[in-house]
């Protein structure tokens, strides 16, 4: 079933606990920011597979990764290792190789996959306040692992928006500031 109308009063359970939590607190919103980081790689991952295979695993990978997060800010002991935080930081070396370096801000945009991954790219971040709203509250142990792997996660979202732009031969655009 698809529903269980159990959440109608506003309430729901997280992993193991036997109290229910308000939708409205920091753990619902943690958890609901990190679905829809997840859900929205979704898009992402497909739009990947039109353009740039090679990213498909990298996406796939994260959204893997993204599950043990959630498990964790419910409630679980699961949490992200210290090998996924160096793989990620791994990858963005990788791409930093091809890259000209950062010398100042970027405007989003260029190919439809960057913008994409750039949007992800905020929504990593808002989701990685929540974590740490609910870390600093202590309702939920967070690892620093996993707080680290999410910091990490929104800087290659952003290198793969540079990457993006740069295979397909799009310039990048600093602000004027006018």
Known sequence: MLYTGKGDD????TF???QRISKSSAT???LGSLDEINSFLGLVKVSCMKK???FVQIVHDIQENLFIVQAEVAGSVMF????KVLEVERIIK???LKLPPIKTFFISGGTELASL???SRTLVRRAERRVVLVKEENLVKVSDTT???LNRLSSLLYALARLSNHLSGINEEPPKYK
Do not use: L, M, V
Request: net charge negative; aromatic share 12%; hydrophobic share 25%.
């Open 10 to 13: 506003g309430k729901t359970n």
């Open 16 to 18: 193991g606990c036997d």
């Open 28 to 30: 619902a919103e943690a």
């Open 52 to 54: 740039e295979s090679d």
């Open 80 to 83: 992200i290792s210290q090998e």
């Open 94 to 96: 990788e791409i930093e």
């Open 117 to 119: 991954f750039d949007f």
């Open 147 to 149: 707080s680290a792997y």
